[in-house]
């Protein structure tokens, strides 16, 4: 079933007192040869490439027979008691094709989850120790979604994080995809575990309206905060911030909203503009060995990964770059740079090609140069 537009514009479909801020801003930075801030960053193109296909057929992870599981995307990464976990969109089974969407496809799950060891090293490839089946020996959809156009088209996780013995998963419910790049959403909520993400329960008393600037998220946990990097549904939006205490995460009235002097207790409309727009799905990760943040996202309109860096989360960040474009691979979207590894000078970051439905883990780097 071909259910959405969900490219970029050459293809298919596919959010205290200074001191405080600061502390949270600059985690404890290990050294690296061009981070000390005396030479700008540049991309290193020679550093840039495809390291593994994670799902899907001819996988590393030979998906499609372990699991049902033949074609998704997304894959936004978060840890949780050692373990690395993946977090993908809808998904489907059989059969195998190129273009994915060329045929029609079993089993269509509104979003599923596989995990990684913790001994796990990303140079060949994250490889899966296992995906969440609730014991059905498939891949098993963890939020439940109406699959009706115009009602409920599907529920997408955005971005997990989790704190203590309990995931989250922030999520929009997408009323219906239309042209490339825009969709519409009926709000946007979070979804908590309390077993390891065989049971996710969506939490009813916190949403944020389908035209908010929060419907798409990326997070960051920097004790005791949650930091949320909100864009609205679809692609040509803008980036403002939030954030919540650890403990507070299913409280919406404790969301507080950077509104470039500090972080007001307030509605979601005290929040200025981070990174103007347009800003696709994203994430945002503290690098230890560049000591910088990293944000990295879709370009749409010009079918391009770019990369900012800033010294602190609320900016300012630097001039985007450009890491990967859809002419080197169509319909390219959704960047996820890992959690881990972030100790020497490679990046690693999922990526998802829409024509081939599937995720690809990417590697990239940057060196000192004329920015």
């Known amino acids: 079933m071909r259910h959405r537009s969900r490219g970029t ?3 298919l479909f596919m959010g205290l007192s200074a001191l405080v801020l600061a502390a949270a801003s600059a985690p404890a930075a290990g050294a690296g ?14 550093a840039t490439y495809e390291v593994a296909q994670e799902i899907g057929p001819g996988s590393i992870n030979h998906t499609a027979k372990r699991w049902d599981f033949y074609g998704a995307d997304l894959g936004s990464m978060f840890t949780y008691e050692g373990r690395l976990y993946m977090v993908f969109g809808d998904t489907f089974g059989g059969p195998a094709a190129t273009p994915f969407f060329s045929v029609a496809h079993s089993d269509w799950r509104s979003n599923t989850m596989a995990y990684v060891a913790s001994s796990a090293q990303p140079v060949h490839g994250l490889y899966f120790s296992g995906m969440v089946t609730g014991g059905t020996g498939t891949a098993e959809q963890l939020l439940s979604s ?12 955005t971005y997990g994080i989790a704190v203590g013995k309990t995931m989250y998963l922030y999520y929009m419910s997408v009323k219906e995809f239309g042209a490339a790049g825009h969709w519409s959403c009926n709000y946007s909520g979070v979804a908590d575990s309390k077993d390891g993400g065989q049971l996710f329960v969506k939490a009813p008393h916190i949403a944020w309206a389908g035209d908010s ?13 949650i930091y949320v990097f909100g864009i609205p549904c679809g692609r ?19 969301y507080q909203y ?15 503009v981070v990174v103007k727009a347009p800003v696709g799905e994203l994430s945002v990760q503290w690098n230890s060995y560049y000591r910088k943040w990293l944000m990295m996202y879709l370009v749409d309109p010009t079918g391009q990964i770019v990369v900012r860096t ?5 900016g300012p960040w630097s001039s985007p770059q450009v890491v990967v474009t859809s002419a080197e691979y169509p319909q390219l979207y ?8 972030d100790s020497g000078p490679g990046i690693y970051f999922n990526m998802s090609v829409y024509g081939r439905y599937q995720v690809l883990l990417m590697h990239t780097a940057f060196t000192a140069g004329a920015a």
């Open 310 to 314: 800033a010294d602190e989360m609320t």
């Open 213 to 225: 600037n929060f419907g798409q998220v990326a997070l960051v946990k920097q004790a005791p905060y």
């Open 236 to 254: 040509y939006g803008s980036l403002e911030m939030a954030r919540v205490p650890e403990v507070d995460v299913l409280d919406k009235a404790s």
């Open 146 to 157: 109406k699959k009706v156009v115009g009602v409920e088209q599907t529920v997408i996780p």
């Open 258 to 272: 950077w509104d470039d002097h500090g972080w007001a207790l307030a509605e979601p409309g005290a929040a200025v």
């Open 33 to 46: 040869a061009t981070a000390n801030g005396t030479s700008p960053l540049v991309v290193d193109k020679a």
């Open 9 to 11: 514009s050459t293809g």
């Open 334 to 341: 959704a960047p996820y740079i890992t959690p881990e590894w």
